[in-house]
């Protein structure tokens, strides 16, 4: 059973740890995740093309004032980048 230990804590600790683009889904979620992953206040969010890929893009304020932009591919249902 100990041997099984460090690789559940390892599974738990990566799939917390996973980038935000695995895991939004709609623009308000990846707003929402990104506020949170960096504890900051959302200026703005909106979606664009980049290529095929679309892409949202959140504006923060960070707690310590900066300004920072996070690009996350958009996903659809099935948890694969969409495209068109």
Do not use: C
Request: overall charge positive; aromatic content about 6%; glycine content about 4%.
């Amino acid at each position: 059973m100990f041997k099984a230990w460090p690789r559940k804590f390892l599974i738990v600790f990566l799939a917390l740890s996973l980038p935000l683009a695995v895991m939004a889904q709609s623009l308000d979620q990846a707003a929402q995740q990104a506020a949170r992953q960096y504890d900051a206040k959302v200026l703005s969010a909106h979606t664009e093309q980049q290529g095929d890929q679309e892409v949202h893009v959140i504006k923060l304020l960070t707690s310590d004032g900066v300004v920072r932009v996070v690009r996350i591919p958009v996903k659809n249902s099935s948890g694969k980048k969409k495209s068109k």
